[in-house]
């Protein structure tokens, strides 16, 4: 279940590089830094997780855009979905293998404008972009956590945006914006710290992981932990072309199927063939099996197995009311202005999740908006909505910025 999947592109794009598959794609020490910056925290004394588990110097990958006002009122929270980053915009390079996953919608002019707002985006807790996850050097032991890295949630993941927005100097973000789980980051800021923020735009999302989006996420994971060059999570120093790449391509293309509609795949695809038909093979493939087994390829060459499973099951685990009495009173703490949007051909995140939300705020007096996005690209229109998208964001950000003026 990987919500940050990228846009239908050319199985020919030559953003994939030759050679054998790596047994990670996860950022490491050394390689170049592009746009990322970094900050450590937890030196002194562990960072406790939510489930139980510790983790000694944390650090956080982020990366930002525009200028920060005297006043710290103009910072806006971008939160990526499972296999996004820090890059939420600016070109592809050598430190940044795909551009950035929301590059039209953050930028001068654009929705979320940096010449008007102070952007940040961070990796999350747990990934493989510069922040701490598995491929992480375990100061411990000198070695890549691999199978020891601990369970995070998405509540861990907040609580480290709000260490780097300490450092940046920022008390109150203007707003929390986020697709997927970045939804859910942006649902649990204004739970977590609804003094600490002005507004929130939680796109295709939910207050909770249902049964069915675990399930899909359990088809992932199991594919990931089935191949054996996955070696239980400990496959660092597997060369190239021996790790669990299979796996990890596995998982992508059951998640990249749920990403889309029905509709879309029939007509970008139809029953195109690569093979001729005249006699049959097990080992025929169509032009959707080309592309799918690309896009599996592409994220393996970008991302982590074991961060895959880690962020998988922060997702699963997302239950705004756990510990809290329930989703009703963990939503009664929320009480600033709320940009609800779904995806009209959404069947991963369908829209009578977000209208729950939406629903639940307004009956609590909240201001809170509800947008159907009528889309025919299924989860990833958050993504690739840019144009329907726009102006919604834009003109509440406006409101929410001039209502503090």
Known sequence: MDPAADPIDDPSDASVSLGPLPATGAWQPGDPVGDRRFQTFATDHPLVLEGGGRLSDVTVAYETWGELDAAASNAVLVCHALT??????????DAHPTAGWWDDM?????????????????????????????????????????????????????????????????????????????????????????????ALVPIATASEASPWQI??????????????????????DAAPGDGPAAGLAAARIVAQITYRADLEYEERFGRESMDR????????RFEVERYLDYQGDKLVRRFDANSYLV??????????GRRRGGTARALGRIHVPTLNVSIS????????????????????????????IDSPHGHDGFLLEAEALTEPIADFLDEVAKSDA
Request: hydrophobic share 35%.
């Open 106 to 198: 953050v930028g001068p002019g654009r929705a979320i404008d940096t010449d008007r707002y102070f952007v940040v985006c961070c990796n999350v807790l747990g990934g493989c972009q510069g922040t701490t996850g598995p491929a992480s050097v375990d100061p411990g032991t000198g070695r890549p956590y691999g199978s020891q890295f601990p369970v995070v949630s998405i509540r861990d993941m907040v609580r480290t945006q709000r260490l780097v927005a300490r450092r940046l100097g920022i008390t109150r973000w203007l707003a929390v914006v986020g697709g997927s789980m970045g939804g859910m980051q942006a649902l649990e800021w204004g739970v977590m710290h609804p003094e600490r923020v002005r």
């Open 311 to 320: 962020l998988n099951k922060a997702m699963d685990l997302h239950d705004l």
């Open 345 to 372: 051909s959404d069947t991963l995140y369908p829209p009578h999740q977000q209208q729950r939300v939406h629903e639940r705020l307004t009956a609590d007096g909240v201001d809170s908006r509800y947008l159907m």
């Open 277 to 284: 038909i005249d006699h049959f093979s097990l080992d025929h």
């Open 215 to 236: 399930g899909y996420s359990l088809m992932g994971r199991r594919s990931v932990t089935l191949d054996p060059a996955f070696r239980g999570g400990d496959y660092y």
């Open 84 to 93: 996004g980053d820090s890059h939420a915009a600016g070109p592809q390079g």
